[in-house]
T-cell receptor
Framework: GENVEQHPSTLSVQEGDSAVIKCTYSDSASNYFPWYKQELGKRPQLIIDIRSNVGEKKDQRIAVTLNKTAKHFSLHITETQPEDSAVYFCAASDSRGGGADGLTFGKGTHLIIQP | EPEVTQTPSHQVTQMGQEVILRCVPISNHLYFYWYRQILGQKVEFLVSFYNNEISEKSEIFDDQFSVERPDGSNFTLKIRSTKLEDSAMYFC????????????FGEGSRLTVL
């Protein structure tokens, strides 16, 4: 099955600086890569996703890049703000079965924005 | 905005007891999921459900687990004989489109097994 590795486990950056979180996946059939933000005690919420037919996607301060050959994808947050502090999870999935395929999550990155 | 709802928000049970966690997915969604998150750890896939049957399940989803869609709105997860290691937050999720797509998570049901 799919295996997703995520680094770093904790990332502390100064407010205003950029943050980068990296993930690798093992299953070359995976074609959907979402990123979730989870605040303490709350549900994971989708912040951005990318499909394997695209190399990069951007939404305001958040961007995701995908390298299919190397099987890795990254989350980039620019101009970080205190409200960006949370745990971020990457995930991967394939729709090879044509049905409801579960997401395989990374272990999460605790992002801390220092004021 | 429509959302996935879950009940109960927190359940405490004795080891060996049966537990049913309930979920109401977003009404026009077709795919339903259960995930588990042990405190401080990653979110783990348990099972997906489509067209009234299990589509995929993980190694965690063993014989003590079952899912059901008893009516047109509810989606339940049953744990037959709870163990201490079943203590976790259980998230229900649903998605609308075919294949992989955006998952909408519920607020979660925290299960504590004593």
């Amino acid at each position: 099955g799919e295996n997703v590795e995520q680094h770093p486990s904790t990332l502390s950056v100064q407010e205003g600086d950029s943050a980068v979180i990296k993930c690798t996946y093992s299953d070359s059939a995976s074609n959907y890569f979402p990123w979730y933000k989870q605040e303490l005690g709350k549900r994971p919420q989708l912040i951005i996703d990318i499909r394997s037919n695209v190399g990069e996607k951007k939404d305001q301060r958040i961007a995701v890049t995908l390298n299919k050959t190397a099987k890795h994808f990254s989350l980039h947050i620019t101009e970080t703000q205190p409200e960006d502090s949370a745990v971020y999870f990457c995930a991967a999935s394939d729709s090879r079965g044509g049905g409801a395929d579960g997401l395989t999550f990374g272990k999460g990155t605790h992002l801390i924005i220092q004021p | 905005e429509p959302e996935v709802t879950q009940t109960p928000s927190h359940q405490v049970t004795q080891m060996g007891q049966e537990v049913i966690l309930r979920c109401v997915p977003i009404s026009n969604h077709l795919y339903f999921y259960w995930y588990r998150q042990i405190l401080g750890q990653k979110v783990e896939f348990l099972v997906s459900f489509y067209n009234n049957e299990i589509s995929e399940k993980s190694e965690i989803f063993d014989d003590q687990f079952s899912v059901e869609r008893p009516d047109g709105s509810n989606f339940t997860l049953k744990i037959r004989s709870t163990k201490l290691e079943d203590s976790a937050m259980y998230f229900c999720a649903s998605s609308g489109g075919s294949g992989a797509g955006e998952l909408f998570f519920g607020e979660g049901s925290r299960l504590t097994v004593l």
